[in-house]
């Protein structure tokens, strides 16, 4: 029998204790099944991509691209969202804190490996605020001048910039961006000096070339096509280890006699760390899907890139791979963290 002198809690009460113990264990199941529910029908709404640079850039274009094929693939609608400025850094950080639900997601150039090692800050940790999706594609950065420049090869922009140092300036998509960094080694290799200025994306690059605001510009290679092929802008080099296609009269930076002169501008396609894994896999399943469509391949190659789809845990590796060498090659040329 019950202590008489011990009440008995009221039915009011025994129904607040239950209500409260459910509301706990709910409370602590609660993220694992709303990550189920939202893969089991993912995605149900517009899917938004940041790029980090300007619109009409390398990293701009892959984007745009691979939006509109991965719309068609999910089915649902893709949008572009351009949050450029220092570096690619300021898109970065945004994706990075965004809420991982997979309706926020990133494509970035290889400005993300690059950035650790030549900002002493940055806004994102390479390692652990992404979750892989595939690297995408690949393109060479190119040398470039305006035929009223008067200049037709590397020679003879190195023999004008021997000459008169410093009275060239030259345009790259950033600070950190491999075409920056293909600047500099042209410097070192070509010992001479130039003057750097940084956009906030090729695109701005570019008409900064062609209003003659800079004599010389490095960029990759996608939004130089239509102005090299309008004779707009003459391309000296390209820094991959072959002829692009489109331009079969452009020697490579080793055809001319420099060696290990290689640099190419990878795009990569991210998540937001946390985000649920049954949705970063489909997400990834889909965009190699697209990206091993025929057209799309061609589609991305008269813009400039080769198509490599290689895979999450591809691109897992190579980020391990790629920030340490950035950071030795930022040392290497001289550059001091901003």
Request: glycine letters at 8%; zero cysteines; a neutral charge.
């Amino acid at each position: 029998m019950p202590d008489n002198k011990t009440p008995l809690p009221s039915r009011r009460q025994i129904l607040a204790g239950v209500a409260a113990g459910a509301a706990a264990a709910s409370a602590l199941d609660i993220t694992p099944r709303v990550a189920r529910a939202n893969a089991a029908i993912y995605p149900d709404r517009a899917i938004k991509i940041i790029v980090p640079f300007a619109p009409a850039g390398p990293t701009d274009i892959m984007a745009r691209i691979v939006a509109q094929n991965l719309g068609v693939a999910l089915p649902v609608n893709v949008i572009i969202e351009n949050r450029a400025g220092a570096g690619g850094n300021i898109g970065i950080g945004y994706a990075a804190h965004a809420e991982a639900d997979g309706y926020t997601l990133l494509i970035v150039s290889s400005a993300y490996v690059v950035n650790p090692g030549l900002y002493a800050k940055i806004p994102y940790d390479p390692s652990t605020d992404f979750a892989p999706i595939t690297e995408l594609g690949t393109t060479p950065n190119s040398i470039l001048v305006t035929p009223k420049l008067g200049i037709k090869s590397i020679e003879e922009l190195i023999a004008r910039a021997k000459a008169k140092p410093n009275e060239l300036n030259w345009a790259s998509p950033g600070a950190g961006t491999t075409p920056h960094l293909s600047g500099e080694f042209l410097r070192i290799v070509g010992g001479i000096e130039m003057t750097h200025v940084p956009f906030n994306g090729a695109a701005p690059a570019l008409q900064a070339l062609l209003a003659g605001t800079t004599q010389v510009a490095v960029s990759a290679l996608p939004p130089v096509l239509p102005f090299a092929q309008s004779g707009a802008i003459k391309v000296l080099a390209v820094t991959g280890a072959h002829r692009w296609p489109d331009l079969p009269d452009v020697p490579t930076m080793v055809e001319l006699g420099y060696k290990d002169f290689i640099a190419e501008t990878v795009q990569f396609f991210f998540a937001p760390g946390k985000t649920p894994p049954d949705i970063v896999e489909k997400l990834s399943a889909k965009t190699m899907e697209v990206l091993k469509s025929r057209d799309v391949v061609e589609q991305l190659r008269v813009n400039g890139y080769e198509v490599t789809a290689s895979g999450a845990e591809a691109l897992r590796q190579r980020i391990e791979q790629e920030v340490p060498k950035w950071r030795d090659v930022i040392a290497k040329a001289g550059l001091k963290p901003v």
